[in-house]
Nanobody
């Protein structure tokens, strides 16, 4: 399994979590790694992504200012730090990897269907 997420759990509103995406067989410098989430009854949505080439990051408006995506190439792990969590953040969080063919790619334009690998997801529940 190329991608394994961890770090989810139950957290109170206003709390923080750090999710990890371990890509044990991938060279992160060759991939765009995205974090997505899916809440019950809702469509899957992108949360953030990071390019392996230039470390460029992208955040969706719903999490901008509250989240940080980082990567550690040596550990082959991408992190999603989430702060000031609220009930709307409750979802299963997935990481995904898209092999970079075009070094000038606009990471915002990558559709979920274009990602090559997906993890199994980790549940995040925000509740008091």
């Amino acid at each position: 399994v190329p991608l394994v997420e961890s770090g989810g759990g139950l957290v109170q509103p206003g709390g923080s979590l750090r999710l990890s995406c371990e890509a044990s067989k991938l060279n992160l410098e060759h991939y765009v790694i995205g974090w997505f989430r899916q809440a019950p009854g809702k469509e899957r949505e992108r949360v953030a992504c990071i390019s392996g080439i230039d470390n460029k990051t992208l955040y969706e408006e719903s999490v901008k200012g509250r989240c940080a995506i980082t990567r550690d190439n040596a550990k082959r792990t991408v992190y999603l730090e989430m702060n000031n969590l609220n009930a709307e953040d409750t979802a299963i969080y997935y990481c995904a990897a898209d092999l970079i063919y075009n070094p000038y790619i606009d990471i915002a334009a990558i559709r979920p269907s274009e990602y090559d690998y997906w993890g199994q997801g980790t549940q995040v529940t925000v509740s008091s």
